[in-house]
């Protein structure tokens, strides 16, 4: 006999998961591997140092010290409103420094109108190189704070690399400065309020007429638009940065105790009912509604596709653990429908997908990696069940739930055709991997291509960009982060600092990415790179070899949680070809998974041989086109177009 580690269950020892027979399930392997607190203790009691990981979770959380800076303020109890700068002052939250980082502007920076969910992300398109703000002048001898103006030399986000008029080329005094924060002006403002524009002091000997050196310097430049500050106001919800803004960085229209479903950390097949604790730049802090303490929490943005209104899973016939604690209790409120995003509408009542077809979809416990899975279950509104092939739980517990338009689920050869490594299922021994073959050895059949999203944007991400992104695997934190690779519309995010095990594939709407300078501007705390290296000794992302393998490598350690991309639309949701089910309560009637049907014909190979393909080595592509998908085809041949193309290319290879 065995006891599980995780979950304490007693059984027959050989019926346990794993060569070490620690644990019962594969769901209860992934909780423990992925619960940190639990390994940095079994670290230490072994001896061992805590992994990097641990460090990082071990820091201080945002929320404790905001709160300890809460109660500064109420002791205080002098009404006066502090900015941000005494915010992080009073709690002593360690800032990272990006304009270090960045240093003279050799490092890229993703551009602010990357990122349409942020706040000014649509809004960003008049600010570029060259523009000239009035600052505060660091420069000199004066004992009251005067301004001064300075050109935009180079964009990181919302940071800009700035140089004071009068330095011409020299770059010894160039300064980083966050274009949001309220010491930024466009020209005029001194003028206008009667500030004092002082010169540099180590170029005040230059020039005898200042006057005359900036009217022929500033003829025909670009400053700020006149309604830049207040855009800022705005969006951030406070013209002078106070603690207001930490709570609720954005006016966003989900408020505190409000009820949404999310999935359910601990069990991904299904959702739970939970409280919006927090508002912070969009992102909401969620309590599951049975937790009294407000512990077990769970962070997500509020476009993110694993948040929905109250009923949600019982329409469309997804899992729901029902929760015993009553709304009525607190005077809570469910969000309303109309705050969520709304998924591409989908028509069903044609050919779609069917329970047993095989495609690609990135792993939700494993973002590095993109996995051979099967659609399990057809829901409604264009709602699926994904497992991942030879991974999955017995009860299909780690099934996840993804949409028919999520730019997280590929047709089969997908990753062939773009050079991507595909994960095998796990135990599969007929390598190297052929779709062909284990279409055939399944006795299954692929989704076809024609189902899956093609729509590439125009997004603006290039290889080498420098963001700041959300950890999927500890949504909580918010990471300096590096675009390393871009295929159509999905991102390989590298987390700095860290090894290439830990890198996501993200689509490039997810809301999960910011510009550089977000965490300042919404007080949200940000994760530094977990070794201390500087901007001109990280290697070129571009030019990173990567070693290729096909050998399975499981799922990985540290991951808590894992999060689905899905692109935002606005528009309504036809339903049409698949009945809703109201059973979706697990508390009452538990909807059926069944395991996955076996076709009456499977398809049939070609009499060609497999490996004849002169597309690629394996022969997949030309084997799928074989199977005849909707007569789409897909070329395995590279090609050199943007990464920015046309939606009817978006299945050939096509990568930077």
């Not at 099967?374 to 069940?385: C, F, N, P, Q, S």
């Not at 990173?544 to 991951?559: A, D, F, M, P, T």
């Amino acid at each position: 006999m065995a006891t599980c580690e995780m979950c304490g269950m007693v059984g027959v020892r050989d019926a346990f998961y794993s060569k070490t027979k620690r644990f019962c399930s594969v769901s209860c392997s992934r909780s423990y591997s992925s619960n940190s607190k639990k390994a940095s203790i079994l670290a230490r009691l072994q001896g061992k140092p805590p992994t990097k990981k641990a460090k990082v979770l071990q820091k201080q959380p945002l929320m404790t010290k905001l709160a300890a800076y809460a109660q500064h303020q109420a002791n205080q109890q002098s009404g006066v409103k502090k900015s941000v700068c005494c915010v992080f002052a009073a709690v002593t939250v360690e800032v990272f420094d990006w304009g270090r980082y960045l240093g003279d502007g050799d490092v890229m920076g993703a551009p602010v109108n990357c990122f349409k969910h942020v706040a000014m992300g649509k809004s960003w398109s008049d600010i570029s190189e060259g523009v000239r703000v009035e600052v505060p002048n660091t420069d000199s001898s004066l004992p009251m704070k005067v301004y001064w103006i300075a050109g935009i030399v180079k964009l990181a986000g919302f940071k800009a690399l700035l140089r004071y008029e009068g330095f011409d080329s020299d770059s010894t005094r160039d300064f980083w400065l966050n274009l949001c924060v309220p010491d930024i002006h466009p020209v005029g403002w001194c003028a206008a309020g009667g500030k004092p524009l002082v010169p540099p002091q180590t170029i005040l000997h230059r020039f005898n007429n200042w006057k005359t050196f900036l009217i022929k310097r500033l003829t025909g430049s670009k400053t700020l638009p006149p309604d830049f500050s207040s855009k800022v106001r705005s969006r951030f919800g406070c013209s002078h940065y106070s603690l207001n803004v930490v709570q609720d960085s954005m006016q966003v229209p989900f408020k505190k105790q409000m009820r949404v479903e999310v999935v359910d950390k601990t069990h991904l097949c299904r959702t739970r009912v939970a409280l919006v604790e927090q508002v912070i730049g969009g992102r909401l802090r969620l309590v599951y509604e049975e937790c009294e303490d407000g512990t077990d929490d769970f962070w997500c943005h509020m476009y993110s596709p694993l948040i929905h209104s109250i009923g949600w899973s019982r329409s469309i016939g997804h899992r729901f653990k029902r929760s015993d604690v009553s709304k009525k209790l607190g005077g809570l409120m469910d969000a309303p429908g109309q705050l969520f995003a709304k998924v591409k509408e989908v028509d069903q009542s044609g050919h779609w997908f069917e329970d047993g077809m095989k495609l690609e979809a990135i792993d939700p416990l494993n973002l590095s990696a993109i996995c051979v899975a099967t659609v399990r279950k057809v829901l409604a509104d264009g709602y699926l069940m994904i497992g991942i092939d030879g991974s999955e739980a017995a009860d299909g517990s780690d099934w996840f739930c993804y949409h028919s338009t999520s730019p997280s689920i590929f047709p089969s050869g997908f990753c062939e055709i773009n050079s991507i490594e595909l994960t095998p299922p796990r135990g599969y021994t007929n390598l190297p991997f052929r779709w062909f073959e284990y279409l055939k050895e399944t006795k299954s059949v692929a989704a076809p291509v024609n189902l899956f999203n093609k729509d590439v944007p125009n997004h603006g991400f290039r290889p080498g960009m420098k963001l700041e992104a959300v950890d999927l695997m500890e949504p909580r934190l918010v990471c300096v982060a590096t675009v390393t690779r871009i295929v159509h519309r999905l991102l390989r995010i590298h987390f700095d600092g860290w090894e290439d095990e830990y890198d996501q594939w993200v689509d490039c709407e997810s809301p999960d990415l910011y510009p550089v300078g977000w965490c300042q501007l919404t007080g949200y705390q940000l994760q530094p790179p977990a070794v201390n290296a500087g901007s001109r000794d990280l290697q070129s992302a571009a030019s990173k070899q990567r070693k290729k393998s096909q050998q399975y490598k499981g799922q990985k350690k540290k991951r808590k949680l894992p999060i689905a991309k899905r692109p935002v639309s606005l528009s309504g949701v036809v339903v049409t070809g698949v009945p809703r089910s109201l059973s979706g309560d697990e508390n009452e009637t538990p909807p059926d998974y069944p395991s996955p049907p076996t076709p009456a014909s499977a398809a049939q190979p070609p009499s060609a041989d497999p490996e004849s393909s002169p597309n690629t080595e394996g022969g997949a592509a030309s084997q799928i086109k074989e199977e005849n998908l909707e007569g789409t085809e897909l070329s395995s041949e590279r090609t050199e177009t943007e990464t920015n193309g046309s939606s009817g290319e978006f299945f050939s290879s096509q990568d930077q």
